[in-house]
C-alpha cells in the first residue's frame, strides 16, 4: 500500500482514495500519481516509448506538448531533464466535448464526455484538496507528482500565438482528429526550434503491409465519426509536413498501440521533422 500523498499544503490524501481515483473509469493515459500507483488508462505508453525515439535526455532543452490530453507524455519529458515544459490541449475537463466535432455526429462524443464527468463527481472533495477544477486531470496528476508541467488551454491552430519557438515539439495522435490539418502542420513547424516528433494514429497500411489490397495514402472517415476526420498513410503525412514548412521528416517507427478500453490494437506511426533553421549546413 502507498504512503499518504502529503500536499504542498498541510492536507494529506489517504492511500485507499488514492488508489481508488487511479481506478476510477475515464482516464486516458496510464500515469504513475504517487509510487507504485498508476491510473487505469485507455492506453498505457510506457512499454512502447522506444518507438518514439525521444532523445535519452532533453536536459536545457523546452518542450511543447501538444494535444497533451492528461499529460502522460509532458511528464515523461519533464522526466527526461526538460527545463520547461508546456502542455497544451483543448479540453476543458468539464464533461463538454473537447474536439471539433462533425455536426452529424456531434451528440455522440457529447454523451461520451458527460459520461466521463460523471466519473469524476464522487471525486469532487479530492480535487478540491487538490486546487484543482473537479475533473482536470492533468492538473491534479500533476499536483500529485510535484510536477512543474505548465497547462494551458490552446488549439494546434494558434500556436503562433504563443510567440515562442521550442527545442522539441510533440504532437500525439492529434492528426486524425483535425479538420484542418495543413494549418495544423504549417502551426508545428513554425514552433519548432530543433525537433518536432508527430505521433500518427489510425495509420493506414503501406502497400508491403497488404500486398493485394490497394494502398491507401489518406482516406475521409468524418462522414463515420464524430471525432475522427482523415486517416493517413505515414508517407502521406509525411509529404504534408515537408509541404507545411520542415526541412526533413523520416518516419522512424510503426507499431501497435493496445486499447485496452475497448479491447483493440491502433495501428501507429512516428515521425521525426526537423525544422528549417535546424538542418545541417551543406
Known sequence: MPEPVALTTPQTICPEQLVRFADKPGWYHSIELAPGVVTRGAYDHTPLLHHYRFPDTLEGWSVLDVGASEGFFAFEFETRGASDVLAVDTDRFDGTPALSLSVTHAHKYVEKYRRRAATNRPFEQLYQTLGVPCGHHTLAAATLRRSQVRFERRSVYDLDQLDHKYDLVFCGDLFTHLKNPITAAEQLAATTGRLCIVA????????????????KQCEYVGDCSGGAFFHFAPECLRRLLLASGFHTVNIVSRFDLPDRARGLTNPHAVLHCIPHSNAPTP
Open 200 to 215: 500518427l494514429a489510425n495509420a493506414l497500411p503501406a502497400a508491403s503491409d497488404a500486398p493485394q489490397a490497394q494502398e
